[in-house]
């Protein structure tokens, strides 16, 4: 995937999603990188990399501390910090960003 196809595919699964509040993304050549703003207290952290195919997406609570959150990286394929549990790894089967936003609306249904 390149980086023009990231944002397409990441800007296209968020358009619809009412929790959002806003979208910060930068581009640095051949990374994405930047916040989705959701509330006062919480925004999804973005990063992506064309050249490793590494994704990172980051549920971040309090401007601090990340309370879930899916990623890729060849060598350990996708997994999941799960909610609450950050420090942990649960390996998943391969997401498409579309599905990563799902798995965020289901998360962001769960908050209080």
């Known amino acids: 995937m390149d980086v023009a196809t990231f944002l397409s595919s990441l800007l296209d699964a968020l358009a619809d999603r009412p ?3 806003s979208v910060d993304l930068e581009t640095e050549a051949i990374v994405v990188k930047g916040r989705v703003l959701l509330d006062q207290d ?3 952290e ?3 990399n064309e050249q490793t195919g590494t994704m990172a997406f980051a549920l971040i609570e309090d401007d601090q ?3 879930w959150g899916p990623d890729y990286d060849d060598l350990r394929g996708w997994y999941v ?3 609450r549990h950050p420090d942990q790894h649960e390996d998943v089967e391969s997401m498409t960003i579309r599905e ?3 798995r965020l609306a ?3 249904n ?3």
């Open 42 to 44: 919480r925004f999804l």
């Open 106 to 108: 289901k998360m962001w």
């Open 110 to 112: 769960r908050l209080p």
């Open 46 to 48: 973005v990063y992506f």
């Open 100 to 102: 990563v936003v799902e």
């Open 65 to 67: 501390q990340r309370i």
């Open 19 to 21: 929790f959002v509040q």
């Open 81 to 83: 910090h799960p909610f």
